[in-house]
């Protein structure tokens, strides 16, 4: 237990970092407390406002002298820069604030007993629309594309919902997932029994595709979210980007849309990535990664997409302690030990695919345009 006692009964706090990692994460924060602040020193976020709450820099956060504990969220890397700079604010780690790491397990786990699990994806098929080069989900490299059974996607939400106590971002993805015919019905299964458990629902979708009446109707009837990745500066399909957006707006469905021109290149599986056999290393770099996206399939939990797609596309044959699989769950320690794997405390400390995968490691960053076609 690393946070102090006083954590226990906090009704607000204040969240540091507005990136990628907390971008998926900080909806179950806002869910479960009052969040009051957002401090991010990338000044293209600062003055904006997130679910009502302003974006500040930290400089404009510590001028007004505010109390509540901080919680990061970012990777790990960053972290140790914040943290430096909290510490220079005479801020104490555990006491004024902490990793969301550590709040995942402490606050929520021991000081609350509740799992809570943070942004959890789902793909309902491998096919998609477009075949981008460097998809994460490997689309042109993978042979043997499924489109997956309703009744089996059900019954692994409900292995896992029965298994945990909150899910703050279940993000449903493909290939394109509006390809999937039975997405209303799906939506309609997560919305009827699980809306006390689901902080909120993502469709991802490159915004080929309009959604039918039935799916709107579900859409707006359980609040679900349409995240659009925008690839018209790659691909033209500027017409079917605006109706779709205007078919949204016309159905009061909530939407966000992303312009992606820069990607990061994972490396597999066109290069040969070798991370080396060192655990410690291995470790670092999974650490460095930290991708925040983990799959459920087939009543497991996969760390990370990028090696569960690797795995689905039949290009690389994972190891068994690489995922935790739900259905070996039988006591509370056992839900324990599902939060300890989905915040990255494996057996062996990483997953034996970031040996051949760059990943989001800063050190090997590779950026390249996005959504170019193969
Ligand atoms: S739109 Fe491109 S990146 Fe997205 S799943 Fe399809 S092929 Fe992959
Ligand atoms: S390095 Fe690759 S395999 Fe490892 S966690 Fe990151 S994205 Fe996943």
């Not at 679910?51 to 969220?73: G, H, P």
């Not at 997932?177 to 993502?202: A, C, M, R, T, V």
Request: net charge negative; aromatic share 12%.
């Amino acid at each position: 237990m690393q946070l102090t006692e006083d954590w226990k009964d906090i009704k607000e706090v204040a969240i540091f970092g507005f990136g990628r990692i907390s971008q998926g994460n900080i909806d179950l924060f806002m869910d479960l407390l009052n969040v009051t602040d957002i401090i991010d020193n990338n000044l293209n976020y600062t003055g904006q406002k997130y679910r009502s709450v302003s974006i500040k820099t930290f400089e404009q956060y510590i001028a007004e002298a505010k109390k509540e504990k901080i919680v990061v969220l970012s990777g790990k890397k960053v972290y140790s820069s914040i943290l430096k700079e909290l510490c220079k604010y005479g801020y104490k780690e555990y006491q004024d604030f902490c990793h969301m790491t550590v709040f995942f397990e402490d606050w929520f786990g021991r000081l609350n007993k509740k799992i809570c699990l943070g942004r959890t994806i789902v793909s309902l098929t491998t096919f998609c629309t477009l075949n981008c080069k460097n998809c994460n989900m490997l689309t042109p490299y993978n042979k043997q594309k499924r489109t997956y059974d309703l009744e089996l996607l059900k019954q692994d939400v409900q292995l896992l919902l029965s298994n945990v106590d909150f899910l703050s971002n279940f993000v449903i993805v493909g290939g394109e997932p509006l390809l999937y015919k039975e997405l209303p019905e799906y939506i309609e299964y997560l919305g009827s029994n699980y809306k006390f458990k689901i902080g909120n629902i993502q469709i991802i979708t490159n915004g080929m595709l309009i959604p039918s009446k039935e799916l709107m109707t579900a859409m707006k009837k359980y609040n679900v979210e349409i995240r659009i990745s925008d690839y018209t500066n790659a691909v033209d399909y500027n017409e079917k980007m605006n109706q779709l957006k205007n078919t949204l707006d016309k159905n009061e469905i909530k939407w966000i849309s992303f312009m992606q021109d820069e990607w990061l290149d994972f490396g597999f599986p066109e290069e040969r990535i070798d991370m080396g056999d060192d655990r410690e290393s291995l470790r670092d770099h999974m650490l460095a990664c930290q991708p925040m996206c983990p799959i459920l399939h087939d009543g497991k939990i996969y760390y990370c997409t990028s090696a569960w797609s690797a795995e689905e596309s039949g290009l690389y044959e994972l190891e068994p302690d690489d995922v935790f699989d739900l259905r070996t769950i039988q006591k509370e320690e056992d839900r324990k030990e599902l939060l300890s794997f989905y915040m990255g405390n494996m057996p062996k400390g990483y997953i034996s695919f970031c040996k051949v995968c760059r990943g989001f490691d800063e050190k090997l960053q590779r950026l390249i345009p996005g959504a170019i076609q193969y």
